[in-house]
C-alpha cells in the first residue's frame, strides 16, 4: 500500500468553525507533513512530525494546530480561520525526516467563508 | 540551502507540438529530482523521478526527463502533447538530510 490519504475532500467552513482535516498511511513511515497550496502556487511546508512529535512549525498561525496520535495518522485541527487560509491542504509521508521522496496525498479543498 | 528555478511561468502550445520544461537547481551534492503534474482543480501527481543510474528517466503519460549534472538541470520533455497535458507542472528537489523544494511551476496551455 504506498498511498497517503486525505479526508474530507473538500470543507467549506465559517471563520467561527472548528474542524479537522485528517490524513493517514499505512507505509510505515515515520515523517508525515502538512502543506498549503494555493491556485497555480507551490505547496508550501506547514508542519513535520518526525516520530510522532513535531519537529518543524514553519512559523504557521495557532488557528492550524497539527496532532499526530499515532505513526499512521496526522490530523490538522482549524480554528477561527480566514478567508485567505482558503487553499489545498496536503498532507505527505516519508520513511524518515529528510528522506529523499515524499508521497503525497491527494489534498483537502478548504473553502473559508 | 536547495533552490529550484523553472524557466517558464507560462508555455502555450498547440496540440501535436513538442514540449520541453526547464528546470534547474541550486544544489552541488547528490539530488534527487522529481516532476509533478497537477491537473486543473485536482492533487499532485508523480509523472517522475529519478535517484540515480540512467540520467534519462521515462515516466507516465509519455514524459520524460533528461538530468544534466553539470548543468544542474532536469528538464521535462514530451514528444507530441494533447489538450489534456493543459496542467501545472512542479520540478521538486531532494536529498537525505534536506528538506523537499518544489520549483515555482509552469502552466502549461495546450491548444486543441
Known amino acids: 500500500d504506498t498511498e497517503v490519504t486525505q479526508t474530507p475532500k473538500h470543507l467549506v467552513m465559517g471563520m467561527t468553525n472548528k474542524k479537522s482535516l485528517k490524513c493517514e498511511q499505512h507505509?510505515?513511515?515515520?515523517?508525515m507533513y502538512w502543506y498549503k497550496q494555493k491556485a497555480k502556487k507551490p505547496p508550501e511546508l506547514m508542519f513535520v512530525?518526525?516520530?510522532?512529535?513535531?519537529?518543524i512549525n514553519e512559523s504557521v498561525p495557532s488557528r492550524f494546530s497539527p496532532e499526530c496520535p499515532n505513526s499512521s495518522l496526522l490530523n490538522l485541527h482549524l480554528h477561527a480561520l480566514q478567508p485567505e487560509d482558503s487553499a489545498l491542504y496536503l498532507c505527505?509521508?516519508?520513511?524518515?525526516?529528510?528522506?529523499?521522496?515524499?508521497?503525497f496525498g491527494p489534498g483537502t479543498r478548504l473553502t473559508v467563508l | 540551502a536547495q533552490s529550484v528555478s523553472q524557466h517558464n511561468h507560462h508555455v502555450i502550445l498547440s496540440e501535436a507540438a513538442s514540449l520541453e520544461l526547464g528546470c534547474n537547481y541550486s544544489?552541488?551534492?547528490?539530488?534527487?529530482l522529481f516532476w509533478y503534474v497537477q491537473y486543473p482543480g485536482q492533487h499532485l501527481q508523480l509523472l517522475l523521478k529519478?535517484?540515480?543510474?540512467?540520467?534519462l528517466v521515462k515516466g507516465i503519460k509519455g514524459f520524460e526527463a533528461e538530468f544534466i549534472k553539470s548543468k544542474f538541470s532536469f528538464n521535462l520533455r514530451k514528444p507530441s502533447v494533447q489538450w489534456s497535458d493543459t496542467a501545472e507542472y512542479f520540478c521538486?528537489?531532494?536529498?537525505?538530510?534536506?528538506?523537499?523544494?518544489f520549483g515555482p511551476g509552469t502552466r502549461l496551455s495546450v491548444l486543441p
Open positions: 505527505a509521508s516519508s520513511q524518515e525526516w529528510q528522506y529523499p521522496e515524499q508521497f
Open positions: 507505509m510505515g513511515h515515520r515523517a
Open positions: 512530525y518526525s516520530y510522532e512529535k513535531l519537529s
Open positions: 544544489y552541488g551534492g547528490t539530488v534527487n
Open positions: 529519478y535517484f540515480s543510474g540512467d540520467p
Open positions: 521538486a528537489v531532494s536529498n537525505y538530510g534536506q528538506n523537499f523544494v
